[in-house]
């Protein structure tokens, strides 16, 4: 094992993979402190660089696919593995051969890539502008809504999310009481004025 690591023909297919295992621990540390993945995927060109006759370089290495630093941690394994699995059989000159994985370890980053690509989740989310609530069911499930005196009402969204906002009537004279079942009509800084449900 150790003769393996300390093989100078081997030493970039080593350094591949240690650096692959660091970036790894790096990722996980900065997920406490806000994830390293953001700011690559920021830095990333929107053009792609090798698009020529319809060919995509990036799309076909599935950069973007998934996140840039998952990318890198999958690259530099596959050419660190394909490397050491090379030199094993063969035993090119440690140059030749650094060269000639950079071309191999492409094709298992791709598959492994576009593996990933299906098993992560995708960037979707179900917020909601306050705005879209309007015309929502609500229920009073905590005080008197009157004008001037709001309650509490929870509804459901369309994501099956529940929402608790504040109420009170849109006409003066009305109130409603825990239970009650009204349609949020407007939106009028944080309150919401609200109406009767008509049966």
């Known amino acids: 094992m150790f003769d393996l690591i300390l093989d100078p023909a081997n030493l970039p297919f080593i350094i591949a993979i240690t650096l ?25 060109p929107d053009k792609d660089f090798g698009d020529i006759s319809g060919f995509s370089v ?14 890198l941690v999958v690259f530099l394994m596959s050419y660190g593995i394909c490397g050491l699995i090379l030199q094993s059989l063969i035993g090119l000159n440690v140059l030749l051969a650094g ?19 299906k098993i992560l989740p995708q960037d979707e989310t179900t917020a909601l502008y306050s705005d879209s609530f ?3 069911e609500a229920v009073i499930v905590l005080g008197i809504a009157k004008v001037g005196y709001p309650a509490q009402a929870k509804f459901t969204d369309m994501y099956n999310q529940t929402h608790y906002v504040m109420v009170e009537p849109l006409n003066t004279g009305e109130e409603f009481s825990v239970g009650n079942v009204i349609v949020l009509y407007e939106q009028a ?10 049966s």
């Open 189 to 198: 800084g944080s309150i919401f004025k609200v109406i009767k449900k008509v």
């Open 99 to 117: 060269i000639v994985v950079l071309f191999i370890a492409i094709f298992p980053t791709r598959y492994i890539s576009l593996v990933l690509q």
């Open 134 to 136: 309007i015309g929502s």
């Open 58 to 71: 990036m799309d076909y290495l599935c950069i973007g696919r998934i996140p840039f630093l998952m990318w």
């Open 20 to 44: 692959a295992i660091a970036i790894g621990i790096l990722e996980l540390i900065s997920l406490l402190v806000g994830g390293l993945t953001d700011w690559f995927d920021a830095v990333l």
